[in-house]
């Protein structure tokens, strides 16, 4: 059975940092192409960067040069490093695969406040 595990969200004040993780079990990893996905209270989610199994990586606008996806195919896992943070990157982050997303983790709240 496949299984998302996402981790390292908090509360931090504007301009702050967090480092999220998320760990993949149960499924061949390395071939997908991954993406971290955000939900903001009342929104839909969205997806904010993705990376390919070559690490080629793309990102919304609205995280652009503020955010850094990264993956590791030998640990099945993909990170997700948040710089500048702005009270609007607020949500609910989860991570999935692109193409062919699967059963969601219970993702890990980011919420950005002073």
């Known amino acids: 059975q496949v299984q998302l595990v996402e981790s390292g969200g908090g509360l931090v004040q504007p301009g702050g940092s967090l480092r999220l993780s998320c760990v993949v079990s149960?499924?061949?990893?390395?071939?997908?192409?991954m993406g971290w996905y955000r939900q903001a209270a009342g929104k839909q989610r969205e997806l904010v960067a993705q990376?390919?199994?070559?690490?080629?990586?793309n990102y919304a606008d609205s995280v652009k040069g503020r955010f850094t996806i990264s993956r590791d195919n030998a640990k099945n896992t993909v990170d997700l490093q948040l710089n500048s943070l702005k009270p609007e990157d607020t949500g609910v982050y989860y991570c999935?695969?692109?193409?062919?997303?699967?059963?969601w983790g219970q993702g890990t709240q980011v919420t950005v406040s002073s």
């Open positions: 999935n695969r692109v193409l062919g997303v699967i059963a």
């Open positions: 149960g499924s061949i990893f390395n071939i997908y192409t």
């Open positions: 990376i390919t199994s070559g690490g080629s990586t």
